[in-house]
Nanobody
Framework: QVQLVESGGGLVQAEGSLRLSCVAS????????MGWYRQAPGKQRELVTT???????NYADSVKGRFTISRDNAKNTMYLQMNSLKPEDTAVYYC?????????????WGQGTQVTVSS
């Protein structure tokens, strides 16, 4: 099982920056596919960004060029650097991890951290 704990959310002005962190349990963190989802009130949950065990990343078009995902396997930690924030980035951000055991994929979710961007 994987436990995920997010931190770093808060209130920030438009054009400001914020850095989210996600600490994961487990001895095989380096093998997890990690990512961030977000969900705004009344909106569908959307995938923001992912990073593979090999360090390959992908971004939603809405955040590309502004957000950067990274991971530090030695610290079992994944980060989301958020720059040039916009009010439309306001959402609850969720850390996710995907593991594969015996050919079956399992997904894990953190509790979420609120990011609010003021106009």
């Amino acid at each position: 099982q994987v436990q995920l704990v997010e931190s770093g959310g808060g209130l920030v002005q438009a054009e400001g920056s914020l850095r989210l962190s996600c600490v994961a349990s487990g001895r095989a963190f380096s093998t997890y596919v990690m990512g961030w989802y977000r969900q705004a009130p009344g909106k569908q949950r959307e995938l923001v960004t992912t990073i593979t065990s090999g360090g390959r990343s992908n971004y939603a078009d809405s955040v590309k060029g502004r957000f950067t995902i990274s991971r530090d396997n030695a610290k079992n930690t994944m980060y989301l650097q958020m720059n040039s924030l916009k009010p439309e980035d306001t959402a609850v951000y969720y850390c996710t991890a995907v593991t594969v055991v015996a050919g079956v994929a399992y997904d894990y979710w953190g509790q979420g951290t609120q990011v609010t961007v003021s106009s």
